[in-house]
């Protein structure tokens, strides 16, 4: 079972920057694509971006091409079993509580994805 834990959520004014972190513990060897959520109350969860097992790839959704203009960086770090969402420049639209999420395969849908983190809150104040 992939236990996932976010952290570095918080309240921040805009322009500010975050970094997320997802701890990936007991790691199954099949888990290979890690991907970040978001979620606005009130809206359905939002894909962000995925990053593959290697690190080579990063996909971020096509929907939020224009809001994330390169403010968000995925990255992550095998050897410590961690995934990292940069965010730069944040906006009060930014705020949500945003989910890592693990799969088999890259995906862009929610449904794609086997295990989740409980979540952290990401708030941004004007």
């Known amino acids: 079972q992939v236990q996932l834990v976010e952290s570095g959520g918080g309240l921040v004014q805009a322009g500010a920057s975050l970094r997320l972190s997802c701890e990936i513990r007991?790691?199954?060897?099949?888990?290979?694509?890690m991907a970040w959520f978001r979620q606005a109350t009130g809206k359905e969860r939002e894909f962000v971006g995925v990053i593959t097992w290697s690190g080579e790839h990063v996909y971020y959704a096509e929907s939020l091409k224009e809001s994330l203009k390169g403010r968000f960086n995925i990255s992550r770090d095998n050897a410590a079993n961690m995934v990292f969402l940069q965010m730069d420049d944040l906006k009060p639209e930014d705020t949500g509580v945003y989910y890592c999420?693990?799969?088999?395969?890259?995906?862009?849908?929610?449904?794609?994805?086997?295990?989740w983190g409980q979540g952290t809150q990401v708030t941004v104040s004007s």
């Open positions: 999420a693990a799969a088999r395969k890259v995906s862009s849908e929610a449904r794609g994805y086997e295990w």
């Open positions: 007991q790691r199954v060897p099949t888990v290979r694509p």
